[in-house]
C-alpha cells in the first residue's frame, strides 16, 4: 500500500476534496474562516503539500454540510472508477 501524498490514490481524494468545497459553495478563505485556519493551509492541504488527517478532514466535512461517511461514500465511488480504469 503506497502511503505518499504522491499516490494516485491520495490525488483522488485531493480532487474529491477540492469538488466537495466548490460544491458547498465556498472559496478557500471562506472555508479557512469557518474551520479557524489560513487560506494558505487550504491550499496546501487541496494541492497535496500537507496531508489531511481524519479529525481534520471531519472538521472540513462539517464545514461543508456533509458528514464524515457521505464524504467517505463520495470517495470510495471515486476511487472504484479510477480502479476500473
Known amino acids: 500500500m503506497e502511503k505518499s501524498i504522491h499516490s494516485a490514490s491520495y ?16 472559496t478557500q478563505t471562506e472555508l479557512a474562516q ?3 485556519e489560513t487560506q494558505t493551509f487550504i491550499s ?7 496531508r489531511v488527517d481524519v479529525v481534520e478532514l471531519r ?10 461517511k457521505q464524504f467517505v461514500a463520495t470517495l470510495e465511488k471515486a476511487m472504484s472508477k479510477v480502479k476500473r480504469s
Open 11 to 26: 490525488a483522488v481524494f485531493l480532487k474529491v476534496l477540492k469538488k466537495a468545497r466548490e460544491d458547498a459553495g465556498l
Open 34 to 36: 469557518k474551520i479557524g
Open 44 to 50: 496546501k492541504c487541496e494541492r497535496g503539500e500537507r
Open 59 to 68: 472538521t472540513v466535512c462539517q464545514a461543508f454540510g456533509l458528514s464524515l
